[in-house]
């Protein structure tokens, strides 16, 4: 059996223990690390599982691919994690036995300026996850409609001013002045926002920006049903989740088998769900990982076993 890599600097992963502790790991076992990102996650997986074990690991971007394990029981997709079904259906490796998400955008993505992903830094307003494919957030600024983007800022950032922000943006680029860089975007919404509460109110404006650019919702839904599909009966779904948006869908998928929340019920009035939750209560870092890891404090680990 190869030996499992040394951790490289990219991403310092969050409820680490506690999250793939959620897996309850067979050691001939077959997982799935949707959100592959460093390795963090995956590394810890690999030193639980046997020779005839299984992990796959999904990521879009060419940097993880980069850094990719090698190690004979570990297979990287280059894809987003909404086609986990196919991917695994071509591997001829489901059903399988635990998936486990990060939901959190990588550090690596926030520290590497020119990707546009983080306010601390003037580069091109991309945010593009895939660089191969999509469009930039500057392209969206470009062409939305100002009732689209005061939607998607209102709906993804829960920006209360998010029609005088589209207003703003769709007034500058009619007087020759599109926004295309971070900077550029800041400088013009900058009135909007009070000193005290700055930072905040310009990160959920990143937020919703990047959401929209990777249709993260949508690919959530979309894994979150292939995941019911996918996993045995007994299987483990173990979820990390960073804002009310997407711990909304997970929590709901949890409890009800959709991202709606909608419950289903027998004739006799019981509901029909297609998994137990294993822990009814959220689990959060402690105060020695957010001291460590200030971006682990809004993370919510959710775990759930397939009927």
Known sequence: MAPVEEPQTYHVPVLLTPSVDGLNIRPDGTYVDVTYGGGGHSRLILSRLGAEGRLFGFDQD??????????????????????????????????????????????HHFDEGERGFSFRFDAPLDMRMNKRAGVTAAELLLTLSQER???????????????????????????GT?????GELLELIRPLFGREREKKEQAKVF?????????????????????????KSGGRL?????????????????????????????FYGNRQTPFRLVNSKVITPDEAEVQANPRSRSAKLRIAEKR
Do not use: C
């Open 149 to 175: 983007l005061a939607d998607l800022f209102y709906l993804y950032g829960e920006l209360k001013n998010s029609r005088k922000l589209a207003s703003l943006i769709v007034k500058a680029r009619a007087a």
């Open 62 to 107: 060419e940097d993880a691919e980069a850094g990719s394990l090698r190690d004979a029981r570990f297979t990287f997709v280059r894809s987003n994690f909404r086609y986990l079904h196919n991917f695994l259906r071509y591997y001829q490796a489901e059903p399988v036995d635990g998936i486990l998400a990060d939901l959190g955008v990588s550090s």
């Open 178 to 182: 599109p926004v295309s860089t971070t």
């Open 207 to 231: 937020q919703a920006l990047r959401i929209e650019v990777n249709q993260e919702m949508d690919a959530l839904r979309q894994m979150l049903e292939a995941a019911g599909r996918v996993l």
């Open 238 to 266: 173990v979820v990390i989740t960073y804002h009310s948006l997407e711990d909304r869908m997970v929590k709901n998928f949890l409890k009800t088998g959709n991202v709606q929340g909608q419950e289903a019920k027998d």
